[in-house]
């Protein structure tokens, strides 16, 4: 049998490794950049700042430190039922969640955000309200005037963030 003695001799690939951190400056504004750890065959890890598209260099002003976990708590919601009889008048100002308006008897009126008033008959039923996946701060932006005349009957339910 005949061979080949001797050594082999490779070159390690460069390890190269990704973590995001983020930048607290003073005035407590938070900038998340990428931190890129390469090290080479001889074990010396160099790192490296980028912004958050890996590309552009990133210099550190601030404070450097892993980031806050992000926490979008769901909003507390507080919840209204006013029932108004015969002649009378309720106002649900703008930043409501929802409103629900049910007509017992009569024909009352509700006017939205300054608008024409528009007459519900008894045994309407009618809902306005906000919902992108449950964010906080999302209202109504107008306001609702609900108005009855005498023999009127209707209540009116509604949600804000509190």
Known sequence: MSGTNG???GTAAPDVEFT????????????????RYQSDSAGTVTPADYEVDGVTEYTATGTVGVCAEQ????????????????????????????????????APTVSIGGGPAVVLPAGATATW????????????????????????DFMILSTREV
């Not at 507390?76 to 007509?103: D, H, K, L, N, Y």
């Open 7 to 9: 050594s082999i001799s």
């Open 20 to 35: 995001i951190l983020c930048d607290v400056a003073a005035d407590g504004t938070v900038t998340p950049f990428l931190r």
């Open 71 to 106: 926490t979008n708590p769901d909003p507390e919601i507080a919840s209204t039922a006013q029932r108004q009889t015969g002649a009378g008048t309720v106002t649900i100002p703008s930043g409501a969640r929802s409103v629900t308006f049910m007509v017992f008897a009569g």
């Open 129 to 152: 309200s906000v919902d992108k996946g449950g964010q906080a701060g999302e209202s109504l932006q107008d306001e609702f005037v609900f108005t009855g005349a005498a023999g009127a």
